[in-house]
């Protein structure tokens, strides 16, 4: 594993032991035998990219952010539109971290398969973790589109290894990356050298760092950074304070274009980067109706019998346990909709780092009406037992949980949180309430529990809704026009 990385350490610091415990056994002597013919050729292109300027007197001494901003800047700069094969089918490198059981993995898996069966392009994904266990949950569904799925670094030929010690301009750029960084961004980057894509399409936040700098790096003509919710700064737990100065760096280079699934998404991202929101072009998430088929009655009944609901009005909650999905809101809605409702009962399907605190909530408050169901695999099933699906979330892209409940018929209570305000039709499909108001949540749930008539209306709407907005065919199509839009085969400036 690491081949690329670890030629590049070994490059970089040739007097130090290279640890290649984790390159194959073959391809070892190789790495270090390249990188020290390229030293002299990748050292004396370094010294040119770092050469100082004249000063009159030394600057002020610059903040971390502000090293890695200028140096992401410089490295934007410097980049170059590489020649790239012409093709016929334009080759397309979809990049994120893994294909575990994500939104993202998810629409990334059905853009690059259902593009790849159209024939108007070849599409592949390169994940920088082994699509593996958890983190291969879509493989088999790429791979059944006939997408070709590698991980970054994993392996590499001996003529691989021979293209990516030949770009000496490569080298001297990623030197001066952190160190915590340039392992990702040269794994990345020798994939990048050895395929050639005419497109590098990153998914979320980290990826979008790693991918982007590597892209432009090796001079792949076309760079799509696509994000999937508001900016990261929202996020407390996964924030992370990099993320700005390296976004405002890729951002100087006009061959960089950006992706939101949400209006809300991509006006925060512009604010919060600094940059003309006509930089991003927002596509709704899709969904693909043959996973997300209704069970039939008897798995219905069966369904309710296991989770001894067989009579109740059930209030479903699906969404993970972090502070973003608000679940303290939630829990407090439920438990006025269980006081104005006796027949309700709310199950939550989902789990996360908060989970502890909510179950000893739940137990201080000895109410065996709301319960937690864990992470489940039968979602669907789930939404058809559902009354109502209640949605607290304070952050949200598009929810693909929200097109999914909708396709199958049920109504949404949400919040008017980020690309929500999208995602559900007020009063047709469901309502939306204020983020954080548990009241208006609860009342808007036990208004549809307690009209039979207003909740067939919502149910047959959110079926409208969801087939005209989340259509899979129209998610793919507007990311082909992307592509198209691209002028692939053009110069890029």
Known sequence: MRCYSTFLDALLAPPAPVVLADVPAPTAPLLVRAARKSHALGARALMKLQAPTAQVEPPAPLTPAQILASTITKIAKASTHADTPHRAQPRIMHVIGSLAAGGAERQLVYVARESQRRGSVEARI??????????????????????????????????????????????????????????????????????RPNVVHAWLDHTNMWAGIAALATGVPHIILSTRNVNPSHFPTIDYPDFLPWYRGLATNPRVQFVANSRVGALDYAAW?????????????????????????????????????????????????????????????????????????VLIAGDGPMRPEIEALLAARGDNRIRLLGRREDVSALLSIASVVLHAS??????????????????????????TVDAVEHGGSGYLCDVGDADALASRVCEILGDDALRERMSTRAKAFAAGTFDLGRMVDATLALYTNLHIGERAS
Request: glycine share 8%.
């Open 126 to 195: 390169l994940t920088t973790h082994a699509a593996e266990g958890a983190n291969g949950h879509y493989l088999s569904l790429a791979r059944e589109g006939g997408v070709t799925v590698e991980t970054a670094g994993a392996t590499a030929s001996a003529a691989s290894i021979k293209l990516f010690a030949a770009e000496h301009h490569v080298h001297a750029l990623l030197a001066a990356l952190p160190l915590a960084y340039r392992a990702w961004v040269a794994d990345l980057a020798g994939e990048f050298v050895r395929l």
């Open 273 to 345: 980067i600094g940059i003309d929101p006509a930089r991003f072009t927002v596509i709704v998430n899709g969904f693909d109706p043959r996973a997300c088929i209704a069970p039939t009655a008897a798995e219905v009944a069966a369904l309710r019998s296991t989770l001894d609901v067989e009579t109740q009005r059930v209030v479903l909650g699906v969404f993970r346990l972090a502070d973003e999905k608000q679940p303290f809101v939630f829990l407090d809605a439920a438990a006025q909709i269980l006081a104005r409702v006796p027949r309700a009962v």
């Open 394 to 419: 304070r952050q949200e892209g598009t929810s693909n949980t929200l097109m999914e409940t909708q396709a199958l018929g049920c109504p949404v209570v949400a919040t008017r949180a980020g690309g």
